[in-house]
């Protein structure tokens, strides 16, 4: 430690590490506290679910013993219950004056800023306030960017929805993924937003949605071309709504919204009938599972979030977040009209109604409860003008 010195014009980081079985944050947790370690920032760990335990195990492989580093003041560990609570009741004001309390008393004492982990899974109960949470995390933000403070949040995927958990993961600029913290793509989303709008960049994003939509036509997924049927008709629609550069997102998004449905069994797909309740369960993850695939690639923003939003409706009754009205981008409300009209085009097994006539009244049917009434009569006119699949 070099006693008496600062390094002032360090700025922190943000991190988040997700979980679902305590076992896969062992290697995550430990190499986030060697990192501050390593540079000469206090550490400390807030607990909960996680225990001294476990922390243990994390950083021994790393050379780092809790004894001496309590004992020399390295590390300081806290309960949760006792710095995110004021009188039994959720604070996170109080934590996010604590966290900037305990950032300057580590520089007071010589460090170069602190290093902290907590444990948050406990505060998603059914009083939860994601207002709060936005604003304490936004206020962190800010500190975060101006101070030597590394955070780390962990969370418990088991316990929080997954539409709050792409809310969390969309709060910190770094993510723990495989075996190291990245550049969180869903935090990065107003920078990435279209990252590419060259004619080789357009090339690139449908040459590789091409060669991923041959992908379903090999496993014979659909009899008739539905991921280009899809991807000609939001190009269309999105035309017709004057949103041009939108138009050349969405067709490389229609031609691989369904990439999700590699990981389901293929006589899921063509099954008469109803399916089963975990079938129905896997199926509904398909476009987070598309969404999580293609914003590993640098394409537009506005690609992989049409393709997590096609399933949603306008009165939340779709999958796989429940997103309502304006929460869904257009996007994907173009994405989800176009998907129909493909789908219902066409006979499907599970289906007896099927073709151009029967799909058009079914968006006009579902207008403003399902679907949004100006992409609806968007792509009524496409119809109208002669667009065909």
């Not at 335990?53 to 006792?82: H, K, N, T």
């Not at 990435?192 to 994003?205: I, K, M, N, P, T």
Request: hydrophobic share 40%; with cysteine; charged share 30%.
């Amino acid at each position: 430690m070099k006693q008496g010195q600062s390094n002032s014009t360090e700025v922190g980081s943000h991190s988040v590490i997700l979980y679902n079985d305590l076992s896969e944050i062992e290697r995550a947790l430990g190499s986030f506290f060697f990192s501050g370690y390593r540079r000469e920032k206090k550490l400390l760990f807030i607990y909960d679910r996680l225990t001294l335990a476990d922390l243990l195990r994390a950083i021994e492989p790393y050379g780092m013993d809790l004894e001496e580093l309590r004992d020399s003041g390295r590390i300081e560990v806290a309960s949760a219950r006792d710095t995110y609570l004021r009188d039994g009741v959720l604070d996170l004001e109080r934590m996010a004056k604590k966290l900037e309390e305990k950032t300057r008393e580590a520089l007071d004492s010589g460090f170069d800023g602190l290093c902290v982990v907590g444990e948050g899974s406990w505060i998603f109960d059914e009083n939860f306030n994601a207002a709060k949470m936005l604003e304490y995390e936004s206020k962190m933000d800010v500190f975060i960017g101006e101070n030597p403070l590394d955070a780390c949040c962990i969370y418990d995927t088991s316990v929080i929805n997954k539409r709050m958990l792409l809310q969390i993961s969309g709060l910190h600029p770094f993510i723990f993924d495989t075996d190291s913290f990245t550049p969180n793509y869903d935090y990065f989303k107003d920078t990435y937003g279209h990252v590419c709008e060259s004619d080789e960049c357009r090339q690139l994003y449908m040459g590789t949605a091409t060669m991923a939509s041959e992908m379903f036509r090999i496993r014979g997924f659909y009899t008739e071309d539905h991921c280009k049927n899809v991807s000609r008709l939001a190009c269309a629609i999105a035309r017709k709504m004057n949103e041009i550069r939108l138009a050349v997102e969405l067709e490389t998004a229609g031609m691989i919204h369904d990439i999700g449905m590699m990981t389901i069994f293929s006589d899921m797909i063509g099954k008469p009938g109803k399916l089963a309740w975990f079938e129905s369960q896997l199926l509904h993850e398909h476009p987070l599972v598309g969404y999580e695939l293609v914003k590993k690639v640098p394409f537009p923003r506005p690609i992989a979030k049409a393709i997590l939003e096609h399933h949603e409706r306008l009165d939340g009754s779709g999958y796989p977040l429940g997103l309502k009205g304006d929460e869904i981008s257009i996007g994907g409300k173009i994405l989800a009209v176009a998907e129909v009209v493909s789908a219902m085009s066409f006979y499907r097994i599970y289906r007896d109604d099927y073709g151009v006539e029967v799909a058009l009244n079914e968006i006009e049917k579902g207008a403003d409860r399902f679907y949004d009434s100006d992409v609806v009569g968007a792509c009524l006119k496409c119809f109208e003008e002669g667009f065909e699949f």
